[in-house]
C-alpha cells in the first residue's frame, strides 16, 4: 500500500454539480489548504452523465426552468431551450468546470478514483482509495466534504423483491428499449419525477400498457403559465415565507384551474403540494386523461409465488390481485454512505430512520468539525443549482474561518426544529429529504448575500426581489463584481414574466390603488368624526 500525507488538505468527494461549485468557492475564497477531488467516473457530470450507472434517463429533460437552474456567473448559452435536455446541463456543467476549476492550483482532480474508507484517526480523517491503476493509496485530510448526492442506493420498499427477475429501479431504467418493454403491461410504482417520466417514456416509445400505483398521489403543474413564459417564473420568493397552511391553499387553487383541474381524475388524494408532491408534467396529464396511462391508489403488498402477479391493497380498502410483465419501483434513495465508518455515522446521517438528516442546516454533523455535506437535499419551488450555490459558500466561509458555528447544543436544537417541521409538512418518502421553502433565504442571511432593500429607497428592486422569480440574481445585488450583471438578469426574467414596462405600470398601479385607500379612509374618517356628540 503506498502512503499520501498532505497536511492540510481539504478533501471533496464526488465530482458533480456539488463537488464543482464546492471546490470552484474554496478556490474564490483563496483556501490555504490544498484541494483534493475524487471524482468515481472519468469526467466530470455527475448524475448528468447518462452513461453512467446511476446517471440520468434517455428521455430526461429539466424539470426546473434555466432561469433557476443557472449557476451565479455562469449564464447558460443564449440560444439554450427553456427546459434543457440532459446532454445540455452536462454541457453546462463541464463547461462551468474548464472554466472556474481547469489546472487552478492548489486543486488536485482524481478522476476514476473510488474512495472506499473515511474514518477518523485522532485531529484528522483518513481516507482510502483505489486510483484509476487500481492501486490503494490513503490521504490524511483535515476536513472532508462529502458530494456524492444522495442517488446511490436505490429503496425497495419491499427489500426481498428487489432480486426478483421482472423487478427493476429508476435508477437503472435508461429506455424501454433496454429492459425489453415493448408491448407489455408494467407497472410503474411510484409518482413522482422519475415515475412519471418513465410512465410518458414506456407509453410513447414503448406501446405498453402502463399502471402507476401512487400511495400519497402528486399534483400537477404544466410547465408554460403561457404561450412562452415558464411556470415556475411566476412563483415570488415572498411566496416561500408564508405559512405552510396558506403556501398549500395557494398552490391547490392555481393547480385546479383550467385543464390542470385534478380533483375531476383524482391524482393527488393523500398529499400537499407544498409537502414537495408537485410535479411538472404536461404530456403525463394529456396520457392520464386519455387512458393510455391508468392510476391506481394503494401500495404495494407483494407478489404471488414470487411471480409477476402483484397483491395491491388499494386505499379504498379492498385488495386487487393483477397480473403484471414487469415492475419497476420509483420509490427514491436512501442516504447511504458505506465509505464513512460508523463513528462518523453515529449521530449524522444515519439517524431518525435513517432518511432525516442529522445536519446543521443539512450540511454540517453537529459531533465533528471535520465533516460536511453539501447536495445531501431535495427542493421545491426552485432548481437544487441555487441551493447548492449557497451551500458551498457557506462551507468555504467556514473552512476559511469568515464564519463560525454555534455550539452542538444550538445546532441539535435547530436540527431537531427541522426535523419535526419536515415530518408534519413532507408526508411522503420522497419528502424526508426536503428542505423548509425559506431555506435559501435564511442560508442567503447567514452567508451575507441577502440584499438590504427598502421600497422607498429602491422600490424597482424591492419589488424584483421579493415578487419577482426565485433566481440567483437576487442574492448577489451586494457583490460588486457581480451586481450590474445581477440587476440585468432580473430585468429580463422581470420583463418576460410581467411584459415591457412593467416597473412603471405597477408604480402606477400602486399610485391608484394608494390614492383609493387614502380617500376611503378619509371619507370613514369624515363619517366618524360626523357621529362624535356635538358635531
Not at 503 to 523: E, H, T
Request: proline share 5%; with cysteine.
Amino acid at each position: 500500500m503506498v502512503n499520501e500525507t498532505r497536511t492540510p488538505t481539504i478533501a471533496i468527494i464526488g465530482g458533480g454539480v456539488s463537488g464543482i461549485v464546492q471546490a470552484k468557492w474554496l478556490l474564490q475564497h483563496s483556501v490555504t489548504a490544498n484541494l483534493v477531488l475524487f471524482e468515481e467516473g472519468v469526467s466530470f457530470g455527475g448524475v448528468w452523465d447518462v452513461t453512467r450507472a446511476h446517471g440520468v434517463m434517455d428521455c430526461t429533460v429539466c424539470n426546473v426552468s434555466k432561469y433557476l437552474m443557472e449557476l451565479i456567473d455562469f449564464p447558460w448559452p443564449e440560444d439554450t431551450v427553456d427546459f434543457p435536455p440532459h446532454p445540455q446541463v452536462l454541457q453546462y456543467i463541464q463547461n462551468y468546470a474548464a472554466q472556474f476549476l481547469s489546472e487552478k492550483a492548489p486543486l488536485q482532480c482524481n478522476f476514476s478514483c473510488s474512495v472506499t474508507s473515511v474514518v477518523k484517526t485522532k485531529d484528522h480523517l483518513t481516507i482510502e482509495f483505489v486510483d484509476k491503476s487500481n492501486v490503494k493509496k490513503t490521504l490524511e485530510a483535515s476536513h472532508v466534504i462529502i458530494a456524492n448526492g444522495h442517488s446511490c442506493s436505490p429503496n425497495f420498499p419491499i427489500p426481498q423483491t428487489r432480486h426478483l427477475p421482472f423487478v427493476s429501479h429508476s435508477s437503472t431504467y435508461k429506455n424501454c428499449t433496454a429492459l425489453n418493454l415493448k408491448n407489455k403491461n408494467v407497472l410503474v410504482v411510484g409518482l413522482s419525477f422519475s415515475a412519471v417520466d418513465i410512465a410518458v417514456d414506456l407509453t410513447n416509445k414503448g406501446n405498453n400498457a402502463v399502471t402507476v400505483l401512487t400511495r400519497s398521489g402528486s399534483w400537477f403543474a404544466p410547465k408554460y403559465q403561457d404561450a412562452t413564459t415558464p411556470s415556475d417564473l411566476g412563483l415570488p420568493r415572498l411566496f416561500t415565507h408564508l405559512p405552510h397552511s396558506v403556501q398549500n391553499s395557494v398552490l391547490k387553487l392555481s393547480m385546479n384551474m383550467g385543464y390542470f383541474n385534478q380533483n375531476s381524475w383524482e391524482i393527488s388524494n393523500k398529499c400537499d403540494p407544498a409537502g414537495g408532491s408537485l410535479v411538472s408534467s404536461n404530456e403525463f396529464v394529456s396520457l392520464v386523461k386519455s387512458k393510455d396511462i391508468a392510476v391506481i391508489h394503494g401500495s404495494l403488498e407483494g407478489f404471488a409465488n414470487d411471480t409477476a402477479n402483484a397483491t395491491i391493497a388499494l386505499s379504498s380498502g379492498e385488495t386487487l390481485s393483477q397480473q403484471f410483465d414487469h415492475v419497476i419501483f420509483c420509490t427514491g434513495y436512501k442516504p447511504t454512505f458505506p465509505f464513512l465508518s460508523d463513528e462518523l455515522k453515529e449521530g449524522g446521517v444515519a439517524t431518525n430512520n435513517g432518511f432525516y438528516p442529522n445536519l446543521y442546516l443539512n450540511m454540517v454533523p453537529p459531533h465533528s468539525t471535520l465533516l460536511s455535506f453539501i447536495g445531501l437535499f431535495n427542493v421545491k419551488y426552485t432548481s437544487p443549482f441555487q441551493v447548492i450555490d449557497l451551500q458551498a459558500q457557506f462551507i468555504a466561509k467556514l473552512l476559511t474561518k469568515q464564519l463560525t458555528l454555534p455550539s452542538q447544543v444550538l445546532m441539535e436544537k435547530s436540527i431537531a426544529i427541522e426535523i419535526e417541521h419536515l415530518r408534519r409538512n413532507c408526508r411522503a418518502f420522497r419528502g424526508s429529504l426536503f428542505l423548509p421553502s425559506n431555506y435559501r433565504d435564511r442560508l442567503a442571511s447567514i452567508i451575507g448575500c441577502t440584499p438590504h432593500l427598502w421600497f422607498v429607497t429602491s422600490p424597482k428592486q424591492w419589488i424584483q426581489f421579493y415578487f419577482g422569480p426565485i433566481t440567483w440574481a437576487g442574492y448577489n445585488l451586494r457583490e460588486p463584481r457581480l451586481v450590474e450583471a445581477a440587476r440585468c438578469s432580473l430585468d429580463g426574467t422581470c420583463e418576460r414574466l410581467w411584459g415591457r414596462h412593467w416597473c412603471f405600470k405597477l408604480n402606477v398601479g400602486a399610485a391608484v390603488i394608494g390614492s383609493i385607500v387614502v380617500v376611503v379612509g378619509l371619507v370613514i374618517l369624515r363619517q366618524s368624526v360626523a357621529q362624535l356628540p356635538g358635531v
